[in-house]
């Protein structure tokens, strides 16, 4: 800006090519990459980027679709009017003047900013481990709140607010964050405001309709949002899949059973069209509306950090009403500082014209002097007392200028000069009056510069949009070498699953849709995702490891589907055991969570899993010794751990599984004498004989089990 100001490319001027400005900062100011500098002109003449653009570009330079400008010999450019806000009172002494990188040139060590520049275009950036994201606002409004600000120094976030309500976008759009989420992030200067855009329903003929949208959140394309309708209404299948999931599925059919197709028709007439078209006329207007803000960017938030440099040079986040105060006091030093240079000037010129005046009246005398002495100034200085200044202005003065005129003329400006020392004079005197003076200055510049706000802020509820996923009874089936998939209701006959060759039947859950799978690793992590997610049945399924990302090391120990107020009873080898509920193994992403913490050379039992009116565990060792104790001598970690000793074990005998179990008793499946397989029901009351306290060894089952497999009988799984 500083540049282009030296080379006196005004609002009016002809506008030059973009390559030759950027050529005179690489050259006087900035002697690194022209991208850098030819990137920074672009953004400050995109009227989409800038609420108020600071250069006139001609030629392309950009759009909000993310298209980028031409190169710098092609386009040109030429400050704008805005520019003045920061350019005019550069040369009247207000701010510090540096030497450039070579100490060739001079530059401003700031601008003088007649309007708090920081509020009114914003900014965004990272540097050297801080943030900023500062919103544009309007700016009538900055320039009503920086009034009130230098009024009253103390003044609170919620009397600003009653001048500068919030933000004002380029592109204008809805914020429909409340009054109070904005006081608290001017307040503390940090935090997120939302936006939705601004549509209108258009009617057609033959009660027809269409929704068009005019006006985008800040930093939303229509490009971006064509694409999200695109992945809406045609998913991909993500990465390691094999299909689309059951919620992408659930979410095309509801966009696709309200909305038929969607246009671009931004261009000259408007730079923001966009057009939905429903499925029907009988589609309800507001399902389409709810739809789309819901599932796409046409509602967003816009992060607020307000880091910003201070008068003390150093980067801090602020409040609202301490970036205007401390920009107050920065436009009073800068006018005082003005003053003071326009009061030196205005002496200097008194003093001169002073001395013309006293030529005037002595004209004849000085006329012969300059002709008579071999050095006429010291000669005019003796004679009437005259400063070097005086004397050296005399001598250089025109002849034109003796005339009689000139002394009338020499009378007026003395006189309105003698005015304006007088105001200046007051103005440094009084800092009421420089305040006013301030203030005055501060509302021509909102007369001559202000615009109507864009943005129009009015609270409302974040749109949600509820997809009728079904709730359907489902059996989750699991094979042993670790596949998965999911057959429709219940009571089925697990003997007549089949199976891949090698594969075999492990274990099979009935619950419900909504309900979740979880896969337990060998390292005590955790994975969740939701059974509507799992393939169905006519097929052999997926693995399990395409539905989870295991650490590097790991393998699938256990996989469990459960309701997420079930309850689960992990234990490990080593004997540790503890219990929670489905739900605290849930985790957000596809990574996991880890939950059951392992000793060396240890590993996870398969999990246990009960619901109301099962109250007692059975804990098997490997070697077939059994004991049962109450749940309540477990502990309960809501966010795993190690938990507390189940059974003692012999030195080497290992914890094979503990199952919890109400009063219809456990089924025992495993090796007897012989090598001959077993299986063996258990009442509660016969599993009573082998009641004991947590942490003692037990006693062998009869006849003994080895490798034994605790389950549930079918009636109460």
Known sequence: ????????????????????????????????????????????????????????????????????????????????????????????????????YDGAFEEPALLPARLPMVLLNGASGIAVCMATEIPPHNLREVAAAAV?????????????????????????GQIISPPEDIAAIYRGGRGSIKLRARYRIEELAR????????????????????????????????????????????????VLGVLDAV??????EAAVRLVFEPRSSRVDQQDLVNVLLAHTSLESNVAINLVMIGIDGRPRQKGLAEILVEWGEFRLSTVTRRSRHRLGKVDDRIHILEGRQLVLLNIDEVIRIIRESDEPRPALVERFSLTDRQAEDILEIRLRQLARLEAIRIEQELAKLATERAELQKLLDSPAALKRAVIREIEADAKAYGDDRRTLVEAAERTTVELRVSDDPVT??????GWVRARQGHGHDWSQFGFKSGDRFDD????????????????????SC?????????????????????EPGSRVAYAFAARAEDGVLLATRGGNGLICQAGDLMGRTRQGKSFLTLGPDDEPTRPAVFR???????????????????????????????????????????????????????????????????????????????????????????????????MLPRADA
């Not at 509507?532 to 395409?546: F, H, I, K, N």
Request: glycine share 12%.
């Open 476 to 481: 989750v089936i699991v094979s042993d070498k």
């Open 148 to 172: 009130a600000a230098l009024r009253n120094p103390k003044i609170g976030v919620e009397e600003l607010l009653g001048h500068l309500p919030a933000p004002d976008f380029p592109g204008g």
């Open 508 to 527: 099979a859950f009935e619950v419900r849709e909504s309900d979740n799978l979880f896969v337990l690793a060998t390292n005590g992590r955790v994975y």
């Open 263 to 268: 246009r671009d028709e931004a261009g000259k």
């Open 612 to 710: 109301p009116g099962h109250d007692r565990v059975l804990c098997m060792s490997g070697e077939g010794k059994a004991l049962v104790i109450g749940l309540d001598e477990l502990k309960i970690l809501r966010k795993g751990g190690r938990g507390v000793i189940l059974m003692g074990l012999e030195a080497r005998d290992v914890f094979a599984q503990a199952i919890v179990y109400g009063r219809e008793g456990v089924i025992a499946r495993g090796i007897g004498r012989g090598g001959r397989p077993v299986e063996r029901s258990f009442g509660a009351v016969a599993l009573d004989a082998w009641r004991g306290s947590r942490a003692r060894k037990g006693r062998f089952l009869e006849p003994r089990i080895k490798d034994v497999r605790l």
């Open 1 to 100: 800006l500083f540049a282009m100001h030296e080379m006196g490319l005004g609002p009016g001027a002809k506008p030059v090519k973009s390559a030759r400005v950027v050529g005179d900062v690489l050259g006087k100011f900035h002697p690194h990459g022209d991208t850098a500098a030819y990137d920074a002109m672009v953004r400050m003449a995109q009227d989409f980027s800038l609420r108020y653009p600071l250069i006139d570009g001609q030629g392309n330079f950009g759009s909000r679709d993310g298209d980028g400008a031409a190169a710098m010999r092609y386009t040109e450019a030429r400050l704008t009017r805005h520019a003045a806000l920061l350019l005019d009172e550069i040369d009247q002494g207000t701010v510090d003047f540096i030497p450039n």
């Open 207 to 254: 009660g027809q309709w269409q929704l068009v949208i005019d006006e985008l959140p800040h930093g939303v394309s229509a490009q971006k949002v064509l694409e999200e309708v695109e992945e809406l209404t045609n998913p991909k299948v993500r990465a390691n899949r094999k299909a689309v999931t059951a919620e992408q599925q659930q979410l095309r059919q509801t």
């Open 530 to 550: 939701s059974v509507s997610q799992l393939p169905s049945a006519r097929g052999d399924g997926v693995p399990l490891t395409s539905l989870v990302e295991l």
